[in-house]
């Protein structure tokens, strides 16, 4: 995953400079529903919290993203009824040895295309020009496995990096805008996608970059949640 993070910190020190609105493409209208309800299985969320030394260092925060990723996947949790959908849980514990280690390597694919998705889907420096008028991408047949184990419909799949300026680093943008220097502070990057567990293709993406909130509360884990799910498919 080391790249990806490396990926996500270079596209925001490069191109994003503030806050914007999250921003999603969807597919999926309408979502398949049996009796009112899409049945969704709810992947593990992959989030990392990190703190931001005054050298400009992200160094990752073990007790902050243990809290993050029961806030967040709470959060996610409460939207449930709200969307009326069925969410799942994955049992990370089910299956074979060889069983999760594919699993671990669908993971890291998805972590390979949300990255692709996030840079180069929508419209800046870094769009491809294939990209600029459809959406096509997947994670191919090896969902379908997903679809036949819990009876899904889609999965829902969630990428969170969250970074929070140290005591060093805030006293330095301080100094910095006093002299009209600009110093950039910890800022909030992710995407969540709504994967066809029978196709294995991705319907719905939505991706999220703002200089604010603070996955390690509760609150704060609500208000990512409804902005990782805005425009989310009905």
């Not at 899904?152 to 002299?179: C, E, H, M, N, P």
Request: with cysteine; proline share 3%.
């Amino acid at each position: 995953m080391r790249f990806f993070r490396l990926g996500l910190v270079l596209l925001g020190a490069a191109t994003m400079v503030a806050c914007q609105s999250p921003q999603h493409v969807e597919l999926a209208k309408p979502l398949k529903r049996e009796a009112g309800q899409s049945r969704i299985l709810l992947m593990p969320t992959d989030v990392e919290l990190q703190e931001l030394t005054a050298g400009g260092v992200l160094e990752p925060k073990a007790d902050w993203t243990e809290a993050a990723k029961k806030h967040l996947a709470a959060a996610l949790r409460e939207q449930e009824s709200a969307r009326k959908l069925r969410l799942v849980d994955y049992d990370e514990a089910s299956g074979s040895a060889e069983r999760r280690e594919e699993l671990h390597q669908l993971f890291k694919l998805y972590a390979a295309v949300g990255y692709g998705i996030f840079n180069h889907q929508f419209s800046g420096p870094l769009q491809l020009p294939t990209k600029a008028k459809g959406f096509d991408w997947s994670l191919g047949p090896a969902m379908q496995a997903l679809r036949e184990q819990y009876g899904a419909d889609y999965a829902l799949l969630t990428f969170v990096r969250d970074s929070y300026s140290s005591a060093g680093r805030q006293a330095l943008k301080i100094v910095a805008a006093l002299a009209g220097v600009g110093v950039a502070g910890g800022r909030q990057v992710g995407f969540t996608s709504l994967v066809d567990l029978e196709t294995g293709d991705i319907v719905w993406f939505n991706r999220i970059i703002k200089t604010t909130g603070d996955l390690r509360d509760a609150d704060g884990a609500r208000a990512t949640a409804v902005e990782l799910l805005a425009g989310f498919p009905q």
